[in-house]
Structures are given as structure tokens and as C-alpha cells.
T-cell receptor, first 110, second 113 residues
Framework: EDQVTQSPEALRLQEGESSSLNCSYT??????LFWYRQDPGKGPEFLFT???AGEEKEKERLKATLTKKESFLHITAPKPEDSATYLC???????????FGAGTRLAVHP | NAGVTQTPKFQVLKTGQSMTLQCAQD?????MSWYRQDPGMGLRLIHY???????DQGEVPNGYNVSRSTTEDFPLRLLSAAPSQTSVYFC????????????FGSGTQLSVL
């Protein structure tokens, strides 16, 4: 059973067209939920950590939110340089390791 | 700042060959980890270490060995490569644990024929 599921698998947007990416999780005792950005041929780069339901974090055009069962990454007025794969990961209570979702490939076209 | 350095960037092996993927970090991080990334799947944890001399298994440890003799280095050894180990391998580190932000290397693309 998948513990971290991201949707959609791929998303194509026009520049300026806002949207949201979803990350749902089924782990018990969530210690933290993480968002990373990965560009082709590179390692993931940290974006946000969320620790409790109701928490929100923002960075430029990105805003991450957390509920008890899922997290959303909202992208407002995206630009082509926001094109990347966005990865979600969770840390389950009692374990010193992360479980990653498969990612959402975002393409923003001019 | 070098951050996390992985070598080599690309490697082709024949089935049964052995090799070591190198990972070094210059941030004095205690926590280091190895992941593999396959198409359509999330990053999967192979092994991790919370400090020199301490290692533990992740989700997919079979076929891989690690050791941590220094804080800076965390090499990953493939003892007898198999085609199922064809993947992109990432090393990552953080200051204290998985609940801290991870710094990733640029990856090693490994093909086993």
C-alpha cells in the first residue's frame, strides 16, 4: 500500500495559470512533510517542511499547506522557470527516514 | 561551497562486477543517506547513517553495503551488480536527521548490462 501518493503525475500549465499539486499520505504519527523540487539531471532541492495540520509556508510563487491527510503545493501565476518535478516526502513517527512520493512533473509553457 | 559531491556521474557495469559509489560532504553533517530513483517510482532509501560508525538499512538494502568511517564520507558498495540495480543513485545529508532538510548530490547514473 502506497504511503505517499502524488497527483497528478504530470501537469501542463500556461504561464500565469495557477494550479495545485496534491500529496496524500497514510503514515501514522506524521513527524514532518517535505516538498522538494527536482530539475532534470539534478538532485532534489529542498523547498518546505510542514509539521502540523493547518500550517502554511510560502516562497515566491509557491505556497504549501497541510491537513491531517494531505498537503497541497499551490503555484500562483507560474513562469516557465517553475517547470520541474515536485516531490513530496513524509517522515513517520519513530523512524529516522523519509518516504517519497513518485512526484508531479510540471511543465509551464509561455 | 561544494556541499554533497558524488562520483562518478555515470557508470556502466557488467553483471557480477563490483564497484563503489562515492559520496562526500563538507558541511559537517551527521546524517547521510543513499537513495535510488527509478522511473515512475519515488526515491527509495537504501541505507542511512546517523554518524561515524553507525549505519542502518532503509527500504531496499539488498545487494548494497555501506560503511561510515568518517563524518565526511559515506560510500555505497555494490558487491555483485545485477541489471535490477540499474538506476540513478543519490546521496543526501542533513545536520542531524531525516526531520531536517536534506542536501542532495547531483546523482550517479548506473547501468548494469
Amino acid at each position: 500500500e502506497d504511503q505517499v501518493t502524488q497527483s497528478p503525475e504530470a501537469l501542463r500549465l500556461q504561464e500565469g495559470e495557477s494550479s495545485s499539486l496534491n500529496c496524500s499520505y497514510t503514515v501514522s504519527g506524521l513527524r514532518g512533510l517535505f516538498w522538494y523540487r527536482q530539475d532534470p539531471g539534478k538532485g532534489p532541492e529542498f523547498l518546505f517542511t510542514l509539521y502540523s495540520a493547518g500550517e502554511e509556508k510560502e516562497k515566491e510563487r509557491l505556497k504549501a499547506t497541510l491537513t491531517k491527510k494531505e498537503s497541497f503545493l499551490h503555484i500562483t501565476a507560474p513562469k516557465p522557470e517553475d517547470s520541474a518535478t515536485y516531490l513530496c516526502a513524509v517522515q513517520e513517527g519513530g523512524y529516522n527516514k523519509l518516504i517519497f512520493g513518485a512526484g508531479t512533473r510540471l511543465a509551464v509553457h509561455p | 561551497n561544494a556541499g554533497v559531491t558524488q562520483t562518478p556521474k555515470f557508470q556502466v557495469l557488467k553483471t557480477g562486477q563490483s564497484m563503489t559509489l562515492q559520496c562526500a560532504q563538507d558541511m559537517n553533517h551527521e546524517y547521510m543517506s543513499w537513495y535510488r530513483q527509478d522511473p515512475g517510482m519515488g526515491l527509495r532509501l537504501i541505507h542511512y547513517s546517523v554518524g561515524a560508525g553507525i549505519t542502518d538499512q532503509g527500504e531496499v538494502p539488498n545487494g548494497y553495503n555501506v560503511s561510515r568511517s568518517t563524518t565526511e564520507d559515506f560510500p555505497l558498495r555494490l558487491l555483485s551488480a545485477a541489471p535490477s540495480q540499474t538506476s540513478v543513485y543519490f546521496c543526501a545529508s542533513s545536520s542531524s536527521g531525516a526531520n531536517e532538510k536534506l542536501f542532495f548530490g547531483s546523482g550517479t547514473q548506473l547501468s548494469v548490462l
